[in-house]
T-cell receptor, first 112, second 112 residues
């Protein structure tokens, strides 16, 4: 089945630790996105990539990093510089910015 | 787990009623709008979209209305079912930009 796969579903981070969230898509989409969702809030854009080997910061990029070495993959690293990382992280992809984004089922990150 | 619906505006309806969920957008330069449905613990699911050159678009049991004069978007769900219970988000893209801006969402509760 075509879709977007995020892993793991739940992730725990220790103080001072970097963690990486995986996002893979087999929809042949060029654009990929990472969002953060806090309880009772809408989605806020962390980073996005419109093409392989290129990405741009979103509204809340501080404390996060990404890479886009392959079209299918857009991993997000939550670094120790992100002081409030507890949230639900959502990855999305689309053919381009004028087409709907399709979402994975998210990774819930918590602090130990 | 935590609900994404905490502190959200809530619309409660009876099964079989028609539901109307509203969204105000702030930027008159927005030219593409999308409605998403998010169930607890899952990623947003695309429902329907509309471009600014239209004022109405219909899907299966859903209709989106766009009023550019007052910058208002609505989602109408006909014959609402318990499975429609979820948080609904509107999202917009500004002309010439490549990223979506999401509203904070409305929780729809459908009673049998």
């Amino acid at each position: 089945d075509g879709g977007i796969t995020q892993s793991p579903k739940y992730l725990f981070r220790k103080e001072g630790q970097n963690v990486t969230l995986s996002c893979e898509q087999n929809l042949n989409h060029d654009a990929m996105y990472w969002y953060r969702q806090d309880p009772g809030q809408g989605l806020r854009l962390i980073y996005y990539s419109q093409i392989v080997n290129d990405f741009q910061k979103g509204d809340i990029a501080e404390g996060y990093s990404v890479s886009r070495e392959k079209k299918e993959s857009f991993p997000l690293t939550v670094t120790s510089a992100q002081k409030n990382p507890t949230a639900f992280y959502l990855c999305a992809s689309s053919f381009n910015s004028n087409q709907p984004q399709h979402f994975g089922d998210g990774t819930r990150l918590s602090i130990l | 787990g935590e609900s994404v619906g905490l502190h959200l505006p809530t619309l409660s309806v009876q099964e079989g009623d028609n539901s109307i969920i509203n969204c105000a957008y702030s930027n008159s330069a927005s030219d593409y709008f999308i409605w998403y449905k998010q169930e607890s613990g899952k990623g947003p699911q695309f429902i329907i979209d509309i471009r600014s050159n239209m004022d109405k678009r219909q899907g299966q049991r859903v209709t989106v209305l766009l009023n550019k004069t007052v910058k208002h978007l609505s989602l109408q769900i006909a014959a609402t079912q318990p499975g429609d219970s979820a948080v609904y988000f509107c999202a917009e893209i500004l002309a010439g930009y490549s990223t979506l801006t999401f509203g904070k969402g409305t929780m729809l509760l459908v009673s049998p």
